[in-house]
């Protein structure tokens, strides 16, 4: 057998062995929805949810590195139009919210970032606990849903991974670990 031979018999079992899932109990991160509901407030219509979040050990272990990570509520009520098999439904309000997470290594705090507003927070979970409820956050006036229609309303948080940085966004292809989302949350709601 050739050294080149060796070499490359070598460089196989390494690659290889690093596409082999880790022997360890690495937890799996999730996101999942707990609640959610359009209520009135005043003249408009507003949503309450809660979701319950878990980063894993990859994203937590990211985030202490320096990593910031970026998250997404993206949130949409549709009348369904059932004439045209629901391909062409009518969107009536809709947004995104966009979310920023980091950690501060000298300070030993985080930092959560909601458009305008940032917050230092000492623990993670304080700073999941403020990304993971959003309330009474306006979505529609009275106007803009006719009463009496049923309308489907759609909700979901998830990890932005075109925010990471670009050696991120390439092994974050096919991993559990980088690709976190809540399932899409859909309900029926009739003012």
């Keep these: ?9 070598l460089l196989a079992a390494l690659i290889a062995g690093m596409s082999l899932p880790p022997s360890g109990s690495a937890s799996e991160p999730s996101i999942h929805i707990r609640s959610a509901d359009i209520v009135t407030n005043g003249d408009s219509y507003v949503l309450d949810a809660a979701f319950q ?3 894993g050990e990859t994203l ?9 990570l970026h998250f997404v509520t993206e949130f949409e009520v549709l009348y369904e139009r059932w ?4 391909l062409w439904n009518k969107s009536v309000a809709s947004f995104e919210q966009r979310y920023r997470l980091s950690f501060n290594a000298l300070t030993r705090q985080y930092r959560f970032t909601s458009g305008s507003l940032t917050r230092n927070v000492e623990s993670l979970a304080e700073a999941l ?3 993971a409820r959003i ?8 106007e803009d849903i006719e009463p009496g229609v049923a309308y489907v309303a759609q909700l979901r ?3 932005d991974s075109s925010q990471l940085p670009k050696p991120f966004q390439l092994s974050s292809i096919g991993s559990k670990s980088w690709n976190v989302s809540s ?3 859909r309900w029926t709601f009739r003012p």
Excluded at 60 to 68: I, S, V
């Design 1 to 9: 057998m050739t050294a080149a031979w060796r070499w490359f018999v």
């Design 60 to 68: 937590e272990e990211a985030l202490h590195r320096g990593l910031t």
């Design 129 to 131: 606990n403020m990304m």
């Design 83 to 86: 004439y045209l098999l629901n």
């Design 157 to 159: 948080l998830r990890l």
């Design 183 to 185: 399932d899409w949350y």
């Design 135 to 142: 309330k009474a956050r306006p979505i529609a006036s009275k």
């Design 53 to 55: 979040i878990d980063l």
